[in-house]
Nanobody, 116 residues
């Protein structure tokens, strides 16, 4: 059984920074892709940033230049450095992982609130 556990959410003022981390536990991983997704109340879950097992990255347009994803999906770790945070970044952030032939794995989510 694979579990993804996120950490690092919280309350921050506009313009501030937070770093999210996600670590997989359980069976050995070999995710071909891991990423961060977010969901605000009343909205769908959207991709924020993803990293593949050959370290290619992709970002949502709204966070490009402000957020940086890092980690090693093949080893089940991924981080998200969030700088210049805006109130519209407020959401529950989920870690996700994809392995070939299996349904996506999700963490439980961590709340990020950007407010003065």
């Amino acid at each position: 059984q694979v579990q993804l556990v996120e950490s690092g959410g919280g309350l921050v003022q506009p313009g501030g920074s937070l770093r999210l981390s996600c670590v997989a536990s359980g069976s050995i991983f070999s995710f071909f892709r891991m990423g961060w997704y977010r969901q605000a109340p009343g909205n769908q879950r959207d991709m924020v940033a993803i990293i593949t097992n050959n370290f290619n990255t992709n970002y949502a347009a709204s966070v490009k230049g402000r957020f940086t994803i890092s980690g090693d999906s093949a080893k089940g770790t991924v981080h998200l450095q969030m700088n210049s945070l805006k109130p519209e970044d407020t959401a529950v952030y989920f870690c996700g992982g994809d392995r070939a032939g299996e349904n996506p794995y999700w963490g439980q989510g961590t709340q990020v609130t950007v407010s003065s």
